[in-house]
């Protein structure tokens, strides 16, 4: 699903109209965004948590040289499925 499609379900769904379905999902994402961002959490009970790991730095291989490199350490996003979703998806 694309987010315009996205956008057009959300529309559907609650009788607004896209532009307005639009600007509420981008607000939630932006608002998502800068919460990580900042290093906080995003919490939706039953569905699922948004969080920040910090992945440590690593040595690598350059696949066309073999020359070892360094990775350097960096945040990541991680999102974990809560119980409801995971119930959803299985079907139960």
Known sequence: MTKAEFIDQIAVQ????KKD??????A???TISSTLRRGGDVVFTGFGKFTVQ???ARMGVNPRTGEK????????PKFSAGSQLKASVKGG
Do not use: E, F, N, P
């Open 69 to 76: 490199v360094q990775i350097a350490a960096t945040k990541v």
């Open 21 to 26: 379905a639009g600007a509420a999902v981008d």
């Open 54 to 56: 910090a992945r440590a």
């Open 14 to 17: 609650t009788g607004l109209s």
């Open 28 to 30: 939630m994402l932006d």
